[in-house]
């Protein structure tokens, strides 16, 4: 079983940038899919990005598309997620997630999670 934990949040202004990394630990880290999803209040958790345990495959929700670049590193046990031009609507806490499958936008296919970490964008 793999353990999550975020890092990299915090307030940046409107068009900034910020990049939130996601150290796993437990479990053999590149068997895994990795995905980031986000949740603003009052709304529910959606999907942002996500990898495959190779790196050959990433998919975007199409509001960040171009803006946001998700990576890992196998060897560091670390997923990354480069956040640029950011807007105002991009304030939310962004958590990271394990998948033992594929890789996927689905979030019920993500059983491990992290605490989430807080992003806010100042307009």
């Known amino acids: 079983q793999v353990q999550l934990v975020e890092s990299g949040g915090g307030l940046v202004q409107a068009g900034g940038s910020l990049r939130l990394s996601c150290a796993a630990s437990?479990?053999?880290?590149?068997?895994?899919?990795m995905g980031w999803f986000r949740q603003a209040p009052g709304k529910e958790r959606e999907f942002v990005a996500a990898?495959?345990?190779?790196?050959?495959?990433?998919l975007y929700a199409n509001s960040v598309k171009g803006r946001f670049t998700i990576s890992r590193d196998n060897a560091k046990k670390t997923t990354y997620l480069q956040m640029s031009s950011l807007k105002f609507e991009d304030t939310a806490v962004y958590y990271c997630?394990?998948?033992?499958?594929?890789?996927?936008?689905?979030?019920?296919?993500?059983?491990?999670w992290g605490q989430g970490t807080q992003v806010t964008v100042s307009s």
């Open positions: 990898i495959s345990w190779s790196s050959d495959t990433t």
């Open positions: 437990g479990g053999t880290f590149s068997n895994y899919g």
């Open positions: 997630a394990a998948s033992p499958s594929i890789v996927t936008r689905v979030l019920r296919g993500y059983p491990y």
